[in-house]
T-cell receptor, first 115, second 111 residues
Framework: DQQVKQNSPSLSVQEGRISILNCDYT??????FLWYKKYPAEGPTFLIS?????DKNEDGRFTVFLNKSAKHLSLHIVPSQPGDSAVYFC??????????????FGQGTILTVHP | EAGVVQSPRYKIIEKKQPVAFWCNPI?????LYWYRQNLGQGPELLIR????????DSQLPKDRFSAERLKGVDSTLKIQPAELGDSAVYLC?????????FGNGTRLTVT
């Protein structure tokens, strides 16, 4: 049973506009959610995280929102740039384990930003 | 800092053959992970090491997969014998009280 779901396999946006990537989860016992970005033929790279005690975290053009009542989080990229085109994974870190221990990943969303 | 280094980048083998992957983590990172990523899916954990000790291998198919991390640094992951369903990208990651840093992976194709 998939505990972290990214229901949109792909997203296409125009350069300069906002990209919104979504993730739903089932397990309420977690410490962090993280977003990773992956370019073709490369490993995933860490982008931004949010802890369970917060509802928003911002880093430059990237903002992650956490809605615990809806068990939903989203990543906003503003403004979107062609270099942001990649696969984005959300990942959950379960509560009680070592920080950043076992990550449970979603299936990923392919973002394409058109010039 | 140098990143996580994996080799080989690509490997094509026939089913029932053995295969091994190698990983050199970032210097000073005591935790090492092996993940497997199937096409169109997110990575899934196979095994996690704290130094040289495997602390989570619950998702490692132990009948054909084995891993070791001698001296708590480099690690190898082995499959013997390989099956068609083992075709995937095998990712190594390391961390030290930080988000995981991933290598570029080994793409395995079993024919």
């Amino acid at each position: 049973d998939q505990q972290v779901k990214q229901n949109s396999p792909s997203l296409s946006v125009q350069e300069g506009r906002i990209s919104i990537l979504n993730c739903d989860y089932t397990n309420s016992m977690f410490d962090y959610f993280l977003w990773y970005k992956k370019y073709p033929a490369e490993g995933p790279t860490f982008l931004i995280s949010i802890s369970s005690i917060k509802d928003k975290n911002e880093d430059g053009r990237f903002t992650v929102f956490l809605n615990k009542s809806a068990k939903h989080l989203s990543l906003h990229i503003v403004p979107s740039q062609p270099g942001d085109s990649a696969v984005y994974f959300c990942a959950e870190v379960k509560a009680g384990g070592t920080s950043y221990g076992k990550l449970t990943f979603g299936q990923g969303t392919i973002l394409t930003v058109h010039p | 800092e140098a990143g996580v280094v994996q080799s080989p980048r690509y490997k094509i083998i026939e089913k029932k053959q053995p295969v091994a992957f190698w990983c050199n983590p970032i210097s000073g990172h005591n935790t090492l992970y092996w993940y497997r990523q199937n096409l169109g899916q997110g990575p899934e954990l196979l095994i996690r090491y704290e130094n040289e000790e495997a602390v989570d291998d619950s998702q490692l198919p132990k009948d054909r997969f084995s891993a070791e991390r001698l001296k708590g640094v480099d690690s190898t992951l082995k499959i013997q014998p390989a099956e068609l369903g083992d075709s995937a990208v095998y990712l190594c990651a390391s961390s030290r009280n930080s988000p995981l840093h991933f290598g570029n992976g080994t793409r395995l194709t079993v024919t």
